[in-house]
């Protein structure tokens, strides 16, 4: 993260954010209106929907999971962005910080390309970059936003509240055995939890059969799948909400690759688990309900449905 001016009171700062996360953390620290900017995919909360859009995605509408995959990887083998940032806009809305982020180029516009734009108006914008990794790292990017725009005091509380969701969550779960679950985080081809959705899974007393903790998410065979062991699985694909999750976890669990008698489940992966906010305490508390209803109750079918 660069330097801040110190001098520059908060009332005068207009704030871009190139991430949806930053967008809700933003506003849960009170900022919405400080928020001059967004991306495409900013829609929670609903009001972020009212910002200038700055940043769309270069991908065609309507393509499949394994078509994402291959203009994807066609885009990035060719040096192209899959990302479109308007930079009249970004010249016209004038911010004075931007938050985006080095950690996944297929995820959102990186800081990179922020910079190069940067450099070519002539915008003297501080830059907030999150790259999270963990779980807890996740949690603890409210107070980088927050000592970013001084807004401390909120962020310690927002903080606290989210740390003691999880510790309720714990205590919900003591003595429990971890239940073997396998998440996928795509279906065509197959990719599993990695950054810190195997965190969630422990927090939620699973235990991820094939995911690495702060480790990015990896390529697996359906082989490798079928044999993993897992009880349950969790479908929560990159980009999708629920209903989108749940079809794809229904054509994956029809073609007979999934573990043997595991239970199968769609989550609404943007709202809970691939956004790195404070909603992924809530995702959270999604697994646990999936995972030991017995302790948690089940889940709310707005959040997470079993596929037959």
């Not at 967004?38 to 929670?44: A, G, K, L, N, Y």
């Not at 679950?181 to 081809?189: A, G, I, Q, R, S």
Request: proline letters at 6%; one cysteine or more.
């Amino acid at each position: 993260m660069r330097e801040f001016l110190s001098a520059r009171s908060i009332a005068l700062v207009r704030i871009l954010s190139l991430l949806p996360s930053a967008t809700e953390i933003l506003f849960d620290l009170g900022l919405g209106d400080q928020v001059v900017g967004v991306t495409f995919e900013c829609d929670f909360p609903p009001e972020a929907r009212n910002k200038r859009i700055v940043s769309t995605s270069a991908l065609p509408e309507g393509l499949s999971p394994a078509e994402i995959d291959l203009v994807v990887k066609e885009r990035m083998s060719a040096g192209e962005d899959l990302y479109h940032l308007d930079r009249g806009a970004f010249s016209e809305i004038a911010p004075t910080m931007v938050v985006t982020q080095n950690l996944c180029a297929v995820c959102a516009i990186d800081v990179s390309e922020v910079d190069d734009a940067m450099t070519y108006l002539g915008c003297r914008a501080d830059v907030v970059t999150l790259d999270p990794m963990t779980l807890d790292e996740v949690i603890d990017s409210v107070m980088t936003i927050g000592a970013a725009t001084n807004t401390d005091d909120r962020a310690a509380a927002i903080v606290a509240e989210c740390r003691e969701r999880l510790a309720t969550i714990a205590a919900r779960l003591d003595g429990v055995d971890p239940r073997p679950t396998l998440l996928l985080e795509w279906t065509d081809p197959a990719f599993t939890d990695g950054h810190w959705v195997p965190d969630m899974i422990t927090a939620a007393g699973g235990r991820s059969m094939m995911g690495q903790p702060g480790a990015n998410s990896q390529g697996a065979s359906w082989e490798a799948i079928t044999d993993c062991a897992a009880d349950v699985v969790i479908v929560a694909p990159c980009g999708f909400r629920l209903e989108g999750a749940r079809h794809l976890a229904e054509e994956v669990a029809a073609r007979g690759v999934l573990p043997a008698g595991a239970e199968v489940w769609a989550v609404d992966a943007d709202a809970f688990v691939v956004r790195p906010g404070p909603r992924v305490v809530q995702g959270v508390a999604v697994f646990a309900s999936i995972l030991h209803p017995d302790r948690c109750g089940p889940p709310n079918p707005a959040h997470a449905v079993r596929v037959a």
